[in-house]
C-alpha cells in the first residue's frame, strides 16, 4: 500500500520568454524557490499552468525540467491530461520514467460525457498505466466524476490512488470521503479551491492543488499546518486573509492571468501568456496588479506600489456568527462540557 499522498501541491505556471517559448532556467529557479518555501509537492501541468496551450512535447518537457530539478526532494504530481486514452496512458508512462510520484488526469473535456463513460474513460487508463492515478474532478470545464464512479474505480483499480477536486463543493467532498474511505484508507482526497481549503481539511481531505501556493506558499502551507494541528482560530484568520488574495487573483481577470502578475511581483519574469489580451485587458491587468502588490504587502512580501496602498482592514474575525461561537464554547467549558 502506498503511502497516501498529502499537503499542498503547487499548481505551478511557466515561465514565457518574449517569444513564447519555456525559460527552462526560470522554471528551475521556480521550482527550487518553490520547494525552499516548504510546499510539500509539485503540480506541474495543471489548469493554473495552461497545460492545454502547450504542445504534448512542450508539457513532457516541463516535467522533464521540474523533475531533474526537484531530484526526489518533493513529489511531482504531474499532469497527465491529454485529448484521448491513448495519448494519456503514453504520458503516463513518460512520468513514470521520470520518477514522479502520481499523475493527475482531469476527465474528458469538450465533450460532455455520462458517468458511464467517464469510468470507461479512466478504467482503460487505469488499466494501463504503471504510476499511480489522481482523478481530476472540475465540472465547470470538463465532464463531472461523480461519486459512485469515484467509488466503482477505486474499489476496482488499486493505481486510482487520489481525487482532486476543483468544485468547492463541501457536501460533494464528504460525500466522496464517506463512500470511498472506509473501502480505501489509502485513498487521498485534494481540494482544488483555496477559498475552502481549511473547511476541506476540517472534514478530512488530505491537502490540496491550491493556485494560491505558487504565489505565497508561505501563507497556503501554513495554513494547511495550522489546521491540521486543530489551531482553529489562527487558521480562520488565515483562511479569511487567503481568500481575499485568492479572489483578487482568480476573479479580476480571465483566469489565470491573475495569477501570473502575482507571480511576478513575488520576483519571477512570467512573460505574456499564450491566450492574447485586449488592449482593454492589459490596461486593467495593470490596476489589478497594484491590487495585488497592496495585499502582498500586507504580508511583507513586496514594497508597497508607487503611490502607496489603502489602509487595510482587518480581516472579519468579530462578525456576529464568530461571536456567537465563541460565547457557546466558554459557556460549555464553563459546565465541564467539551474540555
Known amino acids: 500500500m502506498s503511502v497516501r499522498l498529502s499537503g499542498i501541491f503547487t499548481p505551478n505556471m511557466v515561465p514565457l520568454d518574449p517569444q513564447g517559448r519555456i525559460q527552462e532556467r526560470e522554471l528551475r529557479r521556480y521550482t527550487n524557490w518553490l520547494i525552499e518555501k516548504g510546499v510539500h509537492g509539485l ?21 522533464e525540467i521540474m523533475a531533474d530539478e526537484t531530484r526526489g526532494r518533493v513529489p511531482i504530481l ?23 510520484r502520481a499523475v493527475a488526469i ?72 464517506a463512500a470511498v474511505r472506509p473501502h480505501r484508507p489509502d485513498f487521498s482526497f485534494l481540494t482544488g479551491w483555496d477559498a475552502a481549503l481549511m473547511p476541506m481539511i476540517l472534514i478530512g481531505c488530505d491537502g490540496g492543488t491550491n493556485a494560491t501556493s505558487g504565489v505565497v506558499p508561505e501563507i497556503t502551507r501554513k495554513l494547511y499546518e495550522l489546521t491540521i494541528a486543530h489551531r482553529i482560530d489562527e487558521a480562520r484568520e488565515l ?15 480571465d483566469f489565470p492571468e491573475g495569477f501570473r502578475a502575482a507571480v511576478e511581483l513575488r520576483g519571477f519574469p512570467m512573460g505574456e501568456g499564450r491566450q492574447p489580451l485586449s488592449t482593454g485587458q492589459k490596461i486593467d491587468l495593470e490596476t489589478i496588479s497594484k491590487e495585488i502588490a497592496c495585499l502582498l504587502a500586507e504580508h511583507g512580501f513586496v514594497n508597497e506600489p508607487v503611490g502607496g496602498c489603502p489602509v487595510p482592514r482587518s480581516a472579519p474575525q468579530g462578525t456576529e456568527v464568530d461571536s456567537i461561537v465563541r460565547q457557546v464554547v466558554a459557556e460549555l467549558r464553563r459546565h465541564g462540557i467539551g474540555t
Open 43 to 63: 503540480y506541474p501541468n495543471g489548469s493554473t499552468g495552461e497545460f492545454l496551450r502547450f504542445t504534448p512535447e512542450e508539457r513532457r518537457q516541463i516535467i
Open 239 to 253: 483562511q479569511y486573509r487567503l481568500v481575499k488574495l485568492f479572489d483578487s487573483m482568480i476573479y479580476s481577470i
Open 106 to 177: 482531469v476527465s474528458p473535456f469538450y465533450y460532455k460525457l455520462s458517468p458511464a463513460s467517464v469510468y470507461a474513460y479512466f478504467a482503460e487508463i487505469a488499466k494501463n498505466s504503471p504510476i499511480d492515478i489522481t482523478l481530476y474532478n472540475i465540472p465547470m470545464f470538463a465532464s463531472p466524476i461523480d461519486v459512485p464512479t469515484v467509488q466503482r474505480l477505486a474499489d476496482e483499480f488499486e493505481r486510482v490512488v487520489a481525487i482532486k477536486d476543483s468544485s468547492g463543493d463541501l457536501p460533494h467532498m464528504i460525500r466522496l470521503i
Open 78 to 100: 504531474a499532469g497527465a491530461a491529454e485529448a484521448n486514452a491513448r495519448e494519456t496512458i503514453l504520458a503516463c508512462e513518460r512520468y513514470h520514467e521520470l520518477g514522479c
